[in-house]
């Protein structure tokens, strides 16, 4: 078996990035090194109280989280007043571990994957930062899930999310359409309720996402978006991408542009396999 790839996530916990941490912490073919945390979903600090949380639940206390500046972004009430929706958990079991995101990414030399506005990332472009891949969740082709019709991550700081697009990275690009197409409905949220004891513990969080998905945009289930952007390093088997090339205009909207670097879209995922791995890499962090 080759040696685990080293990962850093950053992220706003927030829902979905819970998931997505939670995989990327009971994926054997994974080691997480670094959270680092960004204004998003709720306050960077707040983020990284979560993510904390997070990781005592997963028994991962010992990886470092770092949380980013606090900034005025967008409202994210389809999270809940605590980003989680309530999840149930106790108060972190450690201190912060520092507030200077964008220079702890700058610095890492591994895989990254960017589960929230690109403040960190743009910001850590400055000093060269050359990651080994790079994975971001954000943008859409079709529809947002904002006023403006852009999606959430790339409205909240759209200079950010074109100076990334355009430095040249080949980033793998999770967007929000792929999420649309694998929504985590009643009966798969039951299904990993059923499966494992952080399934259970997680479930009631993600049907009040889900209600929020159905009552905002008329889903039959929640748009996990993050979830993907870590699953496909677990199992690019289940997933799907093409060449693409594509800029970002001043509200965070999306376009193809034959002058944009050029990128690989995800554009089709499994997900009916996807969410039964997921069910079963939460059994085994159950049992950690
Ligand atoms: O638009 C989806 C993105 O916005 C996800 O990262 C989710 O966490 C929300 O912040
Ligand atoms: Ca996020």
Request: net charge negative.
């Amino acid at each position: 078996m080759t040696a685990a790839l080293p990962l850093a996530l950053d992220c706003d916990p927030g829902v979905d990035d819970a998931l997505a941490l939670l995989l990327a912490c009971a994926a054997p073919s994974l080691a997480l090194r670094l959270v680092t945390t960004v204004s998003g979903n709720a306050p960077a600090s707040v983020c990284a109280a979560n993510a904390r949380r997070l990781l005592d639940l997963a028994g991962r206390a010992e990886v470092p989280v770092i949380a980013g500046e606090d900034r005025a972004v967008p409202d994210a009430v389809v999270h809940g007043a605590d980003g989680l929706r309530g999840l149930d958990l106790p108060p972190p079991s450690r201190p912060p571990d520092g507030t200077e995101a964008a220079a702890a990414l700058a610095g890492f030399d591994g895989i990254l994957v960017a589960l929230g506005p690109l403040t960190n990332l743009a910001r850590a472009l400055a000093p060269g930062a050359r990651w080994r891949r790079l994975v971001v969740m954000g943008g859409a082709i079709g529809p947002g899930n904002t006023p403006s019709g852009a999606e959430y991550n790339f409205a909240a700081d759209p200079a950010a999310a074109a100076a990334v697009l355009a430095a040249g990275l080949r980033p793998t690009l999770v967007p929000l359409d792929l999420a649309r197409e694998a929504l985590a409905t009643p009966e798969r949220i039951e299904a990993l309720a059923r499966a494992c004891p952080i399934g259970r513990r997680i479930a009631p969080m993600l049907a009040g996402y889900a209600e929020q998905d159905r009552f905002h945009h008329g889903l039959a289930g929640a748009m996990v978006a993050d979830l993907h952007a870590v699953a496909i390093l677990d199992r690019p088997d289940l997933y799907a991408t093409r060449p693409a090339r594509i800029a970002v205009d001043e509200a965070g909207r999306c376009r193809e542009d034959t002058a944009a670097p050029m990128l690989d879209l995800v554009v089709a995922v499994k997900a009916d396999a996807l969410f039964a791995h997921l069910a079963e890499r939460l059994a085994r962090l159950s049992q950690a």
